[in-house]
């Protein structure tokens, strides 16, 4: 059998090599395949990775609550992470945390508000800049590293608003003498008591741009709007062995405090990713189907290409079975040059994926995510392809007539 095999890949080594023009173009056809499918799944791992290590830099004692949605997921998600309005019909209110923060172990509990507004300084205007809306609590929970001034406290949390490190810039051109200068909301006048240090977190599972984002405490932010709506509640526990029961207390102090309404999640762990890596992977998996229909189309190559070789190489299958080949043999030849094909163009695709996901990440934040089980999808892709668009070509080589390929001449 062995020896078989080896026969098998020596015929097919010197058919590609008799056409190496067209087989390139063929494997060109696979790799890029399955150079999408490497780029995707790496893309979405560091994604993952990205926003699981944040919550593994707050603490596993993180948990979070948010307004649950009667849509289907995917709209759901989506509307989360792409509209300003999309928590109107939120259940949560601003009370809510403060109801959390009276249970046992609870340490910290801070709700979340994020609206878009203009935001007017003495030098620059300007518009659609996304407003956190929190309480004292928040940087207990998320450590935001502050550059100049400080976070809000109870002695400067009315009026006052705290600047990402990008937005101050764009403000005022300088972050270093932000710290005592106003800002105009909507009429509304705001001290900057703040201004943060670069963050570049444009991931994370809060959903904000900490650079060009504006802090202010919650209250002031339903004053100047009028309609502030919870996007979620961050409560962070005194110990991760309270998580469950402080879970579980949380549902019934919420449901009961809302008259047995049920609308909202309590998460932790894992859980807490979503929206931001739920919503990549749902654009993953569409550009997955895109990836999957090139692969597809290369697969569509492979069995061209073998067509032709068939038709090419008849009086070669009549010498064959002349000689003693079986039907089986003639099959499994033309099967193996198929797979052969395949799988160079899944090792070039392979290595064509990771070159540019390493182009990407030096554009991005997201850094090349390399594992067997990605490498081991690619080749376990390539062979299924060879084998599906391969096995007509080579039952049509096996079935000809011994007699009628020897006849045949090119």
């Not at 802090?215 to 979620?232: A, R």
Request: with cysteine; glycine share 8%; charged share 15%.
């Amino acid at each position: 059998m062995a020896m078989l095999l080896r026969t098998h890949f020596k015929l097919a080594r010197t058919s590609i090599k008799e056409n190496r023009g067209r087989s390139f173009l063929t494997c060109l056809g696979i790799a890029i395949g399955v150079a999408s499918i490497i780029l995707i799944l790496s893309l979405t791992g560091s994604v993952s990775n990205l926003v699981e290590s944040e919550v593994d830099e707050i603490g596993a004692d993180l948990m979070v609550v948010r307004p649950s949605s009667t849509k289907d997921s995917v709209t759901s998600i989506v509307e989360e992470l792409t509209s300003a309005n999309s928590f109107q019909k939120s259940s949560l209110a601003i009370s809510d945390a403060d109801t959390i923060k009276k249970i046992d172990n609870v340490t910290a509990a801070a709700p979340i508000a994020i609206g878009t507004n203009t935001v007017v300084s003495e030098k620059n205007t300007f518009e659609s800049v996304p407003i956190l809306g929190t309480n004292l609590d928040y940087i207990k929970i998320e450590p935001l590293p502050i550059r100049y001034g400080a976070f809000l406290t109870e002695t400067n949390e009315e009026n006052s608003i705290v600047l990402g490190h990008t937005l101050s810039l764009a403000l005022f051109n300088t972050i270093n003498s932000t710290v005592g200068k106003m800002v105009t909301i909507m009429g509304e006048k705001f001290m900057v008591v703040g201004v943060l240090d670069k963050i570049d977190k444009t991931i994370n599972f809060d959903n904000i741009d900490y650079d060009n984002a504006a802090i202010m405490n919650i209250e002031s932010l339903d004053k100047i709007t009028g309609s502030t709506q919870i996007q979620q509640i961050n409560v962070k526990a005194a110990n991760t062995d309270s998580l469950q029961t402080i879970k579980e207390q949380a549902t019934t102090v919420l449901t009961e405090s809302k008259h047995g309404d049920t609308n909202f999640t309590v998460a932790y762990g894992d859980e807490i990713t979503h929206p931001a890596g739920s919503l990549f992977s749902i654009v993953s998996g569409m550009l997955a189907i895109v990836a999957g229909i090139s692969l597809i189309v290369g697969g569509i190559g492979v069995m061209n290409i073998m067509l032709v070789s068939v038709s090419e190489r008849t009086h070669e299958i009549g010498v064959r079975k002349a000689v003693g080949a079986s039907s089986r043999n003639i099959l499994i030849q033309f099967l193996f040059e198929a797979l052969i094909l395949s799988v160079l163009g899944g090792v070039f695709g392979l290595i064509l994926g990771y070159v540019l996901a390493f182009l990407l990440s030096t554009i991005t934040p997201f850094s090349p995510y390399i594992s067997w089980e990605i490498i081991a999808v690619s080749f376990l892709t390539t062979l299924v392809i060879g084998i599906i668009f391969g096995i007509y070509p080579a039952l049509k080589a096996a079935s000809k007539d011994s007699i009628d390929s020897l006849k045949h001449y090119r």
